[in-house]
């Protein structure tokens, strides 16, 4: 388990900077200007940062970027950062700087930053420990060539103010670094019991786990999630997750798609990148690291999760093409791909959320088309939802936590395409609006009067360059702003 650097919030000391190892970053206004800690720095320096804040170098800088000085003269540092950023940042622009110091920091050294009175310090903080991620459990020899910062001080005026700011900074971080875990994790270590018992351990943290298995599945009539998973070796599960933080409310719940592995199944992928479908269980972990995040910060919320965990597979007793499944829900549904298969795991464990615990809203995760990738890329997941106050509220809180999320439609002109001869609802509509299709036939398995968000994170989950708070990998979208919509809409 990847764990994040341990920061500590301490009253600036400018003697102590020019002691400091590992790294030290200060921070210079786009005017060129010096504050006390950087001044400091400067003498010990002989000058030298002075100069570099009047060079076309520092000009050039974007706001928020950082430039390194290796072994700085007059400094016990291996590194200094000089960083670019105006005195009273926005929280975005404060946490900006703070992944560009995380990026830039001495792998495996501690790391002190002198923040001094910086509006959003713990902004600062919080980005720098998000971006101080490296997977490393796979190697024979770790090495501390991409290690994250051993430690994070920050230096800050008035440390107590800025410690309550960042009171949940910790939790946020350890929910953020679980989800990429878990979502880097190679399918022949996280398999569907290997995820479940990774799940299991989140009791000692508070965590009510609950583990159904295959027979169980079977009696609730969890036949089209089955279905997915029974051309595998690997036991289908559902894993539910409660942290009741909040009195007798009913609970919001969060349900993850959980394939472990995607083959597509009878409906081969085309075996060029097809080890990217790891990630494949990236709903799933966005929902773990979700609640792994609210039980850690102790949130007043009842927050349920459901995760579905299968891997597809092809053998001789995989679902095919053409075959017709019936849902826990009653409605049957025509197969007419195997490799839409993530829709097929939801809606079952959709329905049993309902039916079980009756939720105030509902919201499922799933790495679940290709098309919404074709429509956003990979800066923002799709969301799409029956409530405009529900997805509203999201959408804030994605936009505060620097998430990207573009709001898509819905409609029966879209439903229409999943229309099937020969049972009530057919997997797939074909390639035009795919993400939007997907969507409607989740819709479906909706309850009036529930309130639904289902968010696509298949451009956002896993990415092949860095991403706004990660290093290439996995990313951990969505627990910040899950656990933000939770803050702002759930607790007192």
Same mark, same amino acid.
């Given at each position: ?42 003498? +010990? ?21 950082? +430039? ?36 830039? +920091? ?282 405009? +106050? ?103």
């Amino acid at each position: 388990m990847t764990r994040p650097a341990d920061v500590s919030i301490v009253e600036t000391d400018l003697a102590a900077l020019t002691e400091a190892g590992g790294t030290v970053a200060v921070f210079i206004d786009p005017e060129g200007k010096l504050d006390p800690a950087g001044k400091r720095v400067n003498r +010990a320096m002989r000058g030298a940062l002075e100069r570099f804040a009047a060079s076309d170098a520092f000009s050039r800088l974007d706001d928020g970027g950082a +430039a390194t000085l290796n072994w700085p003269g007059g400094l016990a540092a291996q590194r200094l950062l000089a960083v670019r950023l105006d005195r009273r940042p926005t929280a975005d622009a404060a946490r900006e700087a703070g992944v560009a110091i995380g990026a830039a +920091a001495a792998a495996g050294q501690p790391l002190t930053i002198a923040a001094g009175s910086l509006r959003h310090a713990h902004d600062i903080a919080l980005g720098a420990a998000l971006r101080g991620y490296a997977y490393r459990d796979q190697r024979s020899d770790p090495g501390d060539d991409t290690a994250p910062p051993a430690e994070i001080s920050l230096m800050v005026s008035k440390p107590d103010a800025v410690g309550a700011a960042a009171r949940d900074l910790d939790a946020l971080a350890q929910g953020v670094f679980f989800t990429r875990d878990l979502v880097n994790a190679p399918a022949n270590i996280l398999t569907t019991e290997a995820f479940a018992s990774r799940l299991e351990e989140l009791r000692e943290i508070g965590v009510e786990v609950e583990v159904l298995d295959e027979p169980a599945l079977e009696e609730l009539g969890m036949r089209t999630l089955l279905a997915v998973g029974q051309g595998s070796e690997s036991p289908s599960k559902v894993v539910v997750l409660q942290w009741q933080g909040g009195g007798n409310e009913k609970p919001l719940a969060l349900v993850g798609k959980g394939v472990v592995f995607d083959t597509g199944g009878i409906s081969l992928k085309p075996g060029g990148g097809m080890e990217g479908m790891t990630m494949d269980m990236g709903g799933a972990g966005t929902v773990a690291g979700t609640m792994k995040a609210l039980a850690l910060r102790k949130a007043k919320a009842n927050v349920v999760g459901l995760v579905g965990l299968v891997e597809n597979m092809p053998d001789g007793r995989a679902q095919r093409p053409g075959d017709v499944v019936t849902s826990m829900k009653g409605d049957t549904v025509e197969v007419i791909n195997t490799d839409a298969e993530g829709r097929l795991v939801l809606c079952d464990v959709m329905w049993y959320a309902q039916e079980r615990f009756e939720p105030v809203g509902m919201i499922d995760l799933a790495t679940l088309t290709g098309a919404i990738i074709i429509g956003l890329g990979h800066e923002k997941a799709g969301v799409f939802a029956n409530d405009d +106050a529900f997805c509203d509220a999201f959408l804030k809180a994605a936009e505060t936590e620097g998430e990207g999320a573009w709001r898509m439609p819905l409609g029966m002109a879209y439903a229409k395409a999943l229309k099937s001869r020969i049972a009530d609802v057919k997997n797939v509509g074909g390639r035009p609006a795919g993400s939007i299709t997907a969507a409607e036939f989740l819709h479906r398995f909706v309850k009036d009067g529930t309130p639904w968000m289902h968010i696509d994170i298949a451009g956002v989950a896993s990415t092949d360059s860095d991403s706004v708070h990660a290093p290439k990998g996995a990313t951990g979208w969505g627990v910040l702003s899950l656990s933000r919509l939770v803050a702002d809409r759930y607790e007192g």
